[in-house]
């Protein structure tokens, strides 16, 4: 508050006055002035500004509104009235937080906990809760829910977090309550008024406006488009497309422009808010009625004014409603009975409004409806389940046709979609069911149920099909609109029965009213009168119908909610006081629709509706399909399976067989030779059979057979496991919503955790293996033969039989123990029989091998019925006698079943099915067995052969699959070898001549010398071998005359080394000739090391250019404009090529070297001091040339390509080949590229020499020539004067000036680039000389004494840093903190040798072992540095000491600079929080830097520095190069050289950017407990951090292959709409 003291005084002394008319006058007066205050306040606030500011608005509201309200209140200094509040506060009673969320916020719930899914914490409480700790889910909200931290109803335990744990003492009375129910009685009826208003009402004296004031407003809609609005906008006020979108994004986010929100309720936010004492006089107030006109509470007149309201004052009336009413339980119930009253005027007027539901009132629902206690209240005393269906009723009555049922054709989805959203509410209602019934409550329920079936019988039979014959059906029918019914029903009626199920009375009175309900639908009325059909000597008497010719639906949902209460009352035993209630039952009656429903999918499947389009498929999918077969196909098997049990079983089945149109063949009536119709008649056959088999075999519901829920689930698991191994997502959304598997999973299932990429698997245990039924009734078709293929090779593979044979099902409970008789009644024999009959003469056309499998499963399930029932009892006893009738011949047709099955058995074309009819024969001896009792059974003679016979065919196969087994271990392995090592692996066809690592290389004779620098230096060998061109492949050597050969190769900028982040380089600072030390941004040239022929490579280089052009969005990919290509053989990203400069042997011995050597070495002893200058003038003996003449046209012209590219990318500016700088930057990148090796190598923990893949080391290697090669394309001129600007650093050069001291530069560049432009001093304008090997010997060596004496001196300065003023300080310092300094330097000058020279290092630097000493010692040797380096100093002292002398002047200058320590940091990302949650909460204080609103925000993580951005929002656009970017874009051209790695962080989700407009989603290392990813937080499973798969990414970007991955994942998503990067 920026209120001085004046002022302050100012309003105390008009609170004082006002205070005092209070006194003489009353509260009416008081509140006139009040009135008449606001009325001419607000409007001078609000409207006259055309452009408010914001900032600007809210401190004027803060001074004229709020601050003398809250004075006038507390009678005092508002702060010190609030504190007091808080303090009567902090002891009160129970507190709730509350928080609204807005959208997009995640929000946490307990699944151990919550009592609903829809009790939710914020991030604040959550943290504080012990929910932590448990199961907890997370998702991001919709916005317009609260928090329910400290609601007891909300949760099973800890309802309350740390912070709002509830005090003891009681509540005073406060002084303030008179004034502040006055206060709030005035302002809310003034809010109301004035939100309310239209121009017709009159207002109060009191709120008239003098002058006439209008103003233009804009209301927002959700149908008009933001451009539509800034087209209109543009148009009406003649203003620029800028200030259109200002405005337009102020109205889509308030609603109305010009006129703000009633910000008066803030107000109210803030003070109910915190106080619990103004909290309830302001609820009190809100809910009196009134006294005047209507009677309406003025919390009512706000509601029912909601959808007239713009979105801005919604938002506000919402947030004011959550803070206040619902925060106490009794203002709560009041306000419930309150919403429930208005309830259907509120949904009527949501459905014709046009905003979204999230700010609508109607959204509040869930806030009150899902409140235990509070629903029963409301079903209790305000009808609400009544009032809810009536509501939905009244909005479906226009679909209603003549027959009273629903008909969607031509509905309207948007109106039809909000009508749905009344079912959430009816949901919500039940979501718990009660423990205690009262009788009000029965009646009440009993009332509801009664309306819904009303609404039910709308939809029983409703859009019936008939089947279209000849032609195809012209219009494809509705029908998405009744399933989505069905599906918002499917919970409801599961809740409706699991109601039921918890009181015996109301289940039994529910079934009365559901059958009663069923009875009066008269919809599918028979026909004609029944008909008596015979088969076997049985006689049906049924009404004839066939599904094929009349019409059917698939919307049975009360024959199918009867079937579910029958089940409970089976369940609970209710069962027998039924007869009570219900007239005798008919179950023949009952099943008719139901095995209709069946009858036309099984039509659907064997082709017979084809004409009738994809509507009735679709329909048909969805009534077995997993989202609603639960209350469709499972309850129709039910109701069947009811009928199946009462009825007799042959009458049953003869009932099937003529729904099922089948009955007329199986009785021989009638024959075909229509090949279609034959088929068809097969097909329904193989559809009845499955029927039988399930109706007998399907048992696994509570109340048809004893299992439990849990049961159920654990078989839907062990089935989806037995198609294949699945992630728990995929699992989870294979089952029903809502059923739970973490308890059972653990059961049945084996978890696999994932690899580095992937996700992780469960795997079926291998004892539930005997569960698996092939014939699931819940396969659909391609999982069941998926299923059936992987079980039969998995027994294969054990060397078991291929018998897939049913397996036990529980036995049913004592309700449904009839249905067993199914299996061994004499029309079931009749069937079967016929089908094997057809087989076993080998009829064809007459039977299919389905139709046997499926024969075969019944009589195995037949056969194990009849062992069970022997087992347990008697023979005497059992009833059930499939084997003996089986096995009888038959009057008719003279022969058995069993004989026509043995007959099988030998018959080639059923050859798959052998091992089933076997299983089968030899169950029947078994059955006998026990029949006769002789003990355990006896096999016969030939199923012991038959045995043996298995037995040895088993042990072969298991040894077969052993073998397979190990072959498949290994190539899984050398796969996930090349998974892992995707970056490393080298897959070049090359010859197989070359060896794995550079360690093996160059095994010369002369071995012994490894030595690269100086005279003792072993033999050169650089050759190049042969190689292969991957684009003609054909071979080719690397010489001066051949054609040139080129390596692809990729030239980045990068900070990858920076220790400085953030830092670009400055334009007036001496980059590119000297790189600083802090090595801010460097260019790095990578290659996969693929070779070609510099021709072969343009052609295909062109050719790429020209067909990309012409794709969609090929520039999202590459880019064409700065030369990038695929590689052709790996498809990694490049922009250009290194060729491959041939090298000539070196023809100088050792011999001479050594003659040499003692001439030399004197002399320079000699004469040290001068020993740089002295080069100058210095002339050689011996000259030898490389190169320079009759090379190759073409190597120069790459030469050219390459060193262009590296300058072009590495400098970011216009091509430029005559710039000095071109062979400078080629050095630079020469010896960035080596210490990004180093870095990486040292990341890694992997030795400097032979842990690089080859096609790595020949790329390094191609580099350095490259750089080498440099000096011989430009001037010699440019290169002498680049040696001698270098050389000035370490010594003094006459006529250079501005040099840097030498704590600015990076002395490895510096070594590179002195020593690769050395050569360049030995020519001069007309001849063309090159030192000869001794020379370039010596000056490697000398430049390399020179530089690490100078380097050592560099890193002693500074580690001591500021401290140190004078070298006298250095001594003291520790030795070994210069030899680890020095490490890094030394280890790439070793690199860098080797691969200029060739000389192989000594083999021990290529072992892990070696300690970074004896590193030092080996490196030394390989340098020809002595072995302590400080013996350096001594052998040049005299060079030295004058050279100290010249640096000391510099020393004072130096130290104005940033100091970097030795060695440098290792660069790695950001370390990420184990928990996920932690990162969200930290995103959830994220305040955006450039806005102030409360939109939603991306807060987005940078990998490489840890800050976090806004992503995708204008508020923080950014100008990049002239052009509008996004705040990641433009971060990342600071932080990463324009690679940027992201973690979006409430989606969960990398994103990799490079190079401005390209990115791409790369998965978060997160994992749940299940091993899988969660991008969009989905599924919402707590998430951990996965460190081998940040590893992972740490070695994408350290080895700067993150362009390449992005350029992968573009290639593979193909994206047909490209998605703006650079405004991320
Ligand atoms: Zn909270
Ligand atoms: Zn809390
Ligand atoms: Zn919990
Ligand atoms: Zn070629
Ligand atoms: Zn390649
Ligand atoms: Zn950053
Ligand atoms: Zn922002």
Known sequence: MH????????????????????????????????????????????????????????????????????????????????????????????????????????????????????????????????????????????????????????????????????????????????????????????????????????????????????????????????????????????????????????????????????????????????????????????????????????????????????????????????????????????????????????????????????????????????????????????????????????????????????????????????????????????????????????????????????????????????????????????????????????????????????????????????????????????????????????????????????????????????????????????????????????????????????????????????????????????????????????????????????????????????????FDIFNDNCSSKDQVILKQWNRLTEEMLYLIIIIAGERYVPGISHVTKEDVTMREVIHLLCIEPMAHSSLVKSLPENVRILTVISKVAIFKKPGVSGHGLYELKKECLEEFNPFFYHYSRPQHSKAEEAQKKRRTQEGSDKALRPPVPPPFCPAFSNIVYLLCCDIFIHILKRIFQKAAEDRSNRWTEPMIQRALHLVGQALLEEKTQLEGSSTEEVTFDFSLKAQKTGSRHGKSLFHFLTKMKSLPSLKAQNDMIMWNLQMFEVVKCLREKSGPCVVSVQSVQDKEKAERKRKAEAAKAHRQKIMAQMSAMQKNFIESNKMLYDNVPESSSQSDTAASVDRSPLSSSRVAVGPQQGVCSTDWEAQICILCQEEQEVQAQAPAMVLTACVQRSTVLTQNRGKTLSPKGTYPLFMPPDLAVGTHTGSCGHVMHATCWQKYFEAVQNTTRNRLHADLIIDLENGEYMCPLCKSLCNTVIPLIPVEPNTVSLIQIDLCVCVITDNNSEKAADEATAL?????????????????????????????????????????????????????????TIQATDNMLQEEGKPLFGSLQNRQLSGLKALVQFSAAQRLKSSQAVIQKHFADMLAVLVPVPNVENTPSILEVDFFHLLVGLDLSIPALYQEAAVDLQPSAVSSAYNHLYLLHLLTMAHMLQVLLASHGKHTHTLAGVTGFCVEGVKRGVLPFLRCAALFFNCLTGVPPPEELSGTTESPESQLHLLCSYLSLPSNLFQLFQDHRDVVTTLIKRYKSDINRMFCHLVFRYPHKRNRLIDLPEDYSVLLNQASHFKCPNSSDDERKHPTLCLLCGVMLCAQSPCCQEQLNGEEVGACTAHAAICGAGVGMFLRVRECEIVLMASKTRGSPYPAPYLDDYGETDPQLGRGNPLHLCPERYRKLLHMWQQHCVLEEIARSLEVLNVMFPFEWQML
């Not at 005027?345 to 014709?352: A, G, K, N, T, V």
């Not at 409140?371 to 809810?388: C, H, W």
């Open 3 to 662: 209120i001085t003291k004046h002022k302050l005084s100012f309003y105390i002394f008009i609170v004082g006055h006002l205070q005092n008319i209070f006194m003489e006058h009353g509260l009416y007066l008081i509140g006139a002035a009040i009135l008449r205050y606001l009325g001419e306040q607000v409007p001078l606030i609000y409207c006259l500004e055309t452009e408010p500011q914001q900032g600007e608005e809210e401190q004027k509201v803060e001074q004229r509104l709020l601050y003398p309200l809250e004075c006038f209140l507390f009678g005092e200094d508002p702060c010190v009235g609030l504190q007091k509040l808080q303090q009567y506060n902090s002891s009160s009673s129970a507190q709730q937080c509350g928080r609204v969320f807005k959208e997009g916020e995640t929000v946490y719930s307990c699944r151990d906990c919550a009592i609903d899914p829809t009790c939710v914490l914020c991030i604040e409480c959550f943290q504080k809760s012990v929910h932590k700790s448990h199961r907890y889910k997370m998702h991001a909200s919709a916005g317009g829910g609260f928090c329910d931290c400290g609601d007891l109803e909300a949760w099973k335990s800890g309802p309350c977090c740390s912070q709002h744990d509830p005090g003891t003492s009681p509540f005073k009375e406060l002084l303030t309550d008179h004034l502040a129910q006055m206060l709030f009685h005035l302002l809310l009826r003034y809010m109301t008024d004035m939100l309310v208003w239209k121009e017709t009402y009159e207002l109060s004296e009191e709120l008239k406006v003098k002058e006439d004031t209008y103003f233009c407003v804009l209301y927002n809609d959700e149908h008009h488009s933001y451009d539509h609005v800034i087209y209109t906008l543009q148009r009406a006020l003649a203003c620029d497309q800028n200030q259109a979108q200002i405005y337009t994004a102020l109205i889509d986010k308030e609603g109305r422009k010009a006129v703000k929100r009633g910000t008066l309720s803030s107000c109210f936010v803030l003070v109910t808010g915190c106080v619990v004492g103004l909290r309830e006089v302001f609820c009190q107030v809100a809910l009196e009625p009134a006294a005047d006109n209507n009677q309406l509470c003025l919390i009512s007149r706000l509601m029912l004014h909601d959808a007239k309201l713009y979105k801005g004052a919604r938002k506000v009336v919402h947030e004011l409603i959550f803070s206040s009413l619902l925060m106490d339980t009794e203002f709560k119930r009041q306000f419930a009975m309150k919403f429930t009253e208005h309830y259907k005027q509120l949904q009527e007027d949501f459905i014709s409004d046009d905003h979204q539901r999230n700010i609508s009132i109607t959204a509040l629902s869930v806030q009150i409806f899902t409140v235990p206690t509070l629903a029963r209240q409301l079903i209790e005393e305000g009808s609400v389940i009544k009032v809810i269906i009536d509501t939905v009723m009244d909005m479906m009555m226009e679909h209603l046709d003549s027959n009273n049922r629903f008909q969607f054709q031509g509905h309207n989805p948007d109106k039809f979609f909000r009508v749905q959203v009344i079912f959430h509410d009816l949901r919500y209602i039940l979501i718990s069911k009660p423990s205690v019934w009262t009788e009000t409550l029965r009646v009440k329920f009993l009332e509801g149920l009664r309306i819904f079936l009303h609404f039910l019988c709308c939809m029983q039979g409703m859009e019936e099909v008939k089947r279209q014959l000849g032609q195809h059906v012209e219009v494809e029918p509705e029908w998405e609109a009744g399933l989505t019914l069905q599906m918002q029903l499917r919970h409801i009626l599961a809740m409706f029965q699991d109601w039921c199920s918890s009181d015996e009375r109301v289940l039994l009175l529910a079934f009365q009213e559901c059958h009663r309900a069923l009875m009066s639908c008269t919809n599918q009325p028979f026909r004609s009168e029944p008909t008596d059909s015979y088969m076997c000597k049985q006689i049906l008497h049924a009404r004839p119908y066939k599904v094929s010719e009349e019409p059917v639906s698939i919307h049975l949902p009360i024959s199918r909610l009867l079937a579910g209460l029958y089940v409970l009352l089976c369940q609970t035993g209710a069962i027998q006081y039924l007869p009570d209630f219900v007239d005798p039952l008919n179950f023949t009656e009952l099943a008719e629709q139901p095995l209709r429903c069946v009858v036309l999918a099984a039509q659907v499947c064997a082709d017979m509706w084809r004409r009738n389009g994809l509507s009735l498929v679709s329909q048909v999918y969805y009534y077995q399909d997993v989202k609603c077969r639960d209350e469709m196909f499972d309850k129709d098997v039910i109701m069947l399976q009811i009928a199946a049990s009462k009825m007799d079983p042959n009458h049953f089945l003869m009932l099937v067989l003529l729904r099922f149109e089948l």
């Open 1176 to 1232: 100058f003038d210095e002339s050689q003996a011996e000259f030898r040339s490389i190169l320079s003449f009759g090379v190759q046209e073409s190597i120069t012209e790459m030469l050219g390509v390459c060193a262009n590219t590296v300058h072009r990318v590495g400098l970011q500016t216009a091509p430029n080949d005559l710039c000095p700088y071109v062979p400078v930057m080629s050095w630079n990148t020469c010896a960035y």
